[in-house]
């Protein structure tokens, strides 16, 4: 199964950073290729919270939808997501963010199966750019807010 990782070190808390990375609402407002987000349900169990979301992606004329399970863990800053209904024979990513300086590092990774093969070999080749792509849509995301709260001061 393809994997790819990425690690940033962006000038934002990283309290900042997991936050807009747990705002899965809001992802079609920002992030490349996400078309649509509804968000299924919501719990808390341990001190996590348990979302299920049915996301849209697209690009060109592909359109999918898939539901994953997105796990928040605000005391570990950590965001695990698993896809149970959908395109993917697997979806899995993981997201981390840790104390640097005056910002954090951000680890982002990511491993997927399309069930279809020939989407798999399309996507792969693929993918380094889309996860570049999208670390820079949180890290631009960040900045907006920051500039936005700047503003309001």
Known sequence: MPQHRESRIVPYDPDTMFAIVADVERYPEFLPWVVGLRVLSRAI?????????????????????????IVVDPAARRIDVRQVHGVFRELENCWRFTPEGHGCRIDF??????????LSLVASSAMSLAVSSMTRAFEE????????????A
């Open 45 to 69: 169990d341990a001190g996590k919270e348990i979302i299920i979301a049915e996301m849209q992606v697209g690009f060109a004329s592909f359109r999918e939808r898939y539901t994953s399970r």
């Open 109 to 118: 990774s990511v491993s997927f199966e399309f069930r279809s093969r020939l």
């Open 141 to 152: 995301r960040a900045r907006k807010l920051a500039k936005a709260n700047a503003a309001r």
